[in-house]
């Protein structure tokens, strides 16, 4: 991404709030436009250049010796800033690499405890002195100063890392906390292994030794660092797992390994055994082969449901929902860790379709009742499951007197200067942290004033915060507009889905690029690109043409049109295809068995960020349909069957 760019006067006084209230006033406009990368609207001039300072350039690379965690370098770095405009990011900066090594490993001997300290009384009650409170907290589990770990613990408002609150529970253990207790709190906690930090794998080790979780259990922890390819952490965990060369095997060819296990599985104990079918069943249902549903239901005979990685037991319930096994997809979602089951309302609808598939229908709409008035996929889904049309909710609107005052937060001021200077992590944390406990007319002010000076993404994501005043004018924005109408129209492409994707893909930053080198508010790829403005007789696209407004906007138009004729006008399969590419759409197809529902499909998609990429897009096109037009269409109906197709070799990109 090419970095955002401010201005800075030379005269005034880095320490002046007057002055610096001054400055953004007067270019507040042009950093809006230039957050969203050129072009903001029809009609609109263009943002004249803006230059980065010699010190924005130094406090860039201070920040990136920090995320390094190389100590010298940011304190050389720090000492040339003695009086830049984000003095406690400077800070921070400077003392943050003391805590962690090069590894990122937090450091239990460092000597910068009284610089930490100094920074959350001088700080205290900033996003910032939350984030240095959450690196402290890592430095005192580490050292076992549960006094001082305890004290600070309550004042971290985000409370957000796994790693932290697994050194919370060892703490609670250590002050004679029943063991039965914390292992309790512990299966709540320690649900993905990406997060575990040195602290999760440490705790597993007290609850064995103290005979709080059985040997199984922390084999099972372990075997769900194993199955992401965690083995280090796998090993930390439980040592040797006795179905280690299993979960090897599962990953590498799963097909393989259910063959093989069918043959083996009597030389392992029971509890093995069902361990070893969810893993196989898990590696199968990701390769969409119907065996998941025999490798689950072998597992579900022998129980120890509670041996399942989390992983396992979603993709239990996807194998089940492939195969249409509503029994057990039912048997799969009970046997659920509760909060897993809690957070993700997907299990909510799933459970509510596997009652009425068995007959419950009364239990089944209980389910659906629950979910129906919430704004996500299925929410939607479960709405008509009881007969009822999505609707848009009565527009709540708020006055100038409390869009005025927003202007004037200084967590908003400070966030437009960071997405000025392409420091969108800095700038998310300032505005989301400014949000904290605002009423629903509040958010609604604040995501007015984000859309007001075109940051159009903290519109959509502050509008989505509010609980039962709504403006779905902010959640669903139709900027580019009069760009984007009239391409859609000419190719005859759904407005409604093309925004839909938009919404999911950049969220309207128009210079948003991704790590494989997407970009625009369409996040067109430059192989892509190339081959629709040859298709399309664009003689005069260059690439670097390819961050401006209207021709990012009729290149990802037309491709998604391409896609939807090339995937039989399927939007499930169209829209899988813009984000993971159209042959892995069509060999998702292809491994169907017979007609599926399109939610089904969605749903059972092997990649997570297309799965949440389809869901997504679809809902918010049938929302963008109530916004635009007064009237949501069916996602059912937009959703469809899906059928298996013989493989179709396409040149699509």
Not at 173 to 186: M, S, V
Not at 369 to 377: A, C, G, K, M, W
Not at 573 to 602: C, D, Q, T
Request: a positive charge.
């Amino acid at each position: 991404m090419t970095p955002f760019k401010y201005i800075q006067s030379a005269k005034a006084g880095p320490n002046s709030q007057q002055n610096m209230q001054t400055r953004f006033a007067s270019v507040v406009l042009i950093l809006a436009m230039l957050t969203l990368g050129g072009l903001a609207m029809a009609k609109k001039p263009s943002p004249t250049a803006i230059d980065l300072t010699e010190a924005d350039r130094t406090f860039l690379e201070l920040r990136d010796a920090a995320r390094k965690n190389d100590a010298a370098r940011a304190q050389q770095l720090a000492a040339s800033l003695p009086n830049y405009v984000f003095g406690d990011y400077v800070e921070y900066f400077r003392i943050k690499p003391q805590l962690f090594d090069g590894s990122g490993i937090a450091r239990a001997d460092t000597s910068a405890d009284s610089q930490v300290t100094a920074f959350l009384s001088k700080y205290e009650g900033t996003a910032l002195a939350d984030r240095m409170r959450n690196d402290w907290l890592l430095v005192l589990g580490k050292r076992k100063d549960w006094r001082t770990f305890d004290a600070e613990y309550p004042k971290f408002a985000l409370d957000d890392d796994t790693a932290v609150k697994c050194y919370a529970l060892q703490s609670r253990l250590a002050q004679g906390e029943l063991a039965a207790k914390t292992a309790h709190d512990a299966r709540l906690v320690m649900l993905d292994p990406k997060y575990y930090g040195q602290s999760c794998p440490e705790l597993i080790q007290q609850l064995l030794s103290a005979g709080a979780i059985s040997t199984a259990e922390a084999k099972a922890y372990g075997r769900g660092a194993a199955e992401i390819g965690l083995e280090t952490v796998a090993r930390r965990i439980a040592g040797e797992d006795p179905i280690g060369e299993i979960v090897k095997a599962a990953r590498a060819d799963p097909i393989k390994a259910f063959r093989d296990f069918s043959q083996n599985a009597s030389r392992y104990s029971k509890e093995n055994q069902a361990a070893a079918w969810g893993v196989i069943g898990q590696f199968l249902a990701k390769k969409q082969d119907l065996r998941a549903d025999d490798a689950y239901r072998l597992q579900q005979e022998l129980g120890f449901n509670e041996l399942l990685s989390v992983e396992s037991q979603e993709w239990k319930v996807r194998a089940a929902l492939r195969a249409q096994d509503w029994p057990l997809a039912k048997e799969a979602i009970e046997g659920m860790n509760p909060v897993v089951r809690a957070k993700d309302p997907a299990w909510t609808y799933w459970y509510g379709r596997a009652l009425e598939a068995i007959g419950q229908d009364a239990k089944g709409k209980e389910q659906f009742e629950l979910i129906q008035d919430q704004f996500h996929f299925y929410g939607q889904l479960a709405r008509e499951e009881l007969g009822k049309k999505s609707q848009i909710p009565a527009r709540v609107k708020v006055g100038e007197q409390d869009i005025k005052p927003m202007a004037e937060r200084k967590g908003f001021i400070r966030g437009e200067r960071f997405y000025a200077m392409n420091l969108r992590f800095e700038g998310n944390r300032e505005w989301n942290w400014e949000l904290r406990g605002m009423s629903d007319k509040q958010l609604l002010a604040a995501a007015e004033y984000a859309k007001r000076i075109q940051l159009y993404d903290r519109a959509v994501n502050t509008a989505d915060r509010t609980k039962v005043e709504h403006d779905f004018t902010l959640r669903f924005p139709t900027p580019y507009r009069d760009e984007l109408a009239p391409i859609a129209r000419q190719i005859d492409l759904n407005l409604a889905w093309a925004y839909g994707l938009i919404r999911q893909e950049s969220r309207f930053i128009m210079n948003a690029s991704s790590s494989v080198g997407a970009s625009g508010l369409m996040q067109v790829m430059p192989n892509t690109a190339k081959y629709v403005a040859k298709k399309i007789g664009m003689t005069s696209y260059t690439q670097d043409k390819l961050k401006d407004t209207n021709t990012n906007l009729t290149l990802g138009s037309n491709y998604l049109n391409m896609v939807l004729t090339d995937l039989d006008g399927s939007w499930v399969l169209a829209s899988a295809a813009y984000n993971a590419g159209p042959s892995r759409s069509k060999l998702w197809r292809e491994r169907l068995n017979g007609p599926v529902e399109g939610a089904i499909f969605a749903e059972t998609i092997p990649f997570n960020e297309t799965r949440t990429y389809v869901k997504n897009v679809l809902s918010n096109a049938s929302y963008y349909s109530g916004v635009m037009h007064g009237q949501t269409i069916s996602l059912k109906q937009r959703l469809g069957m899906i059928s298996p197709k013989a493989a179709n070799q396409s040149e699509l990109p």
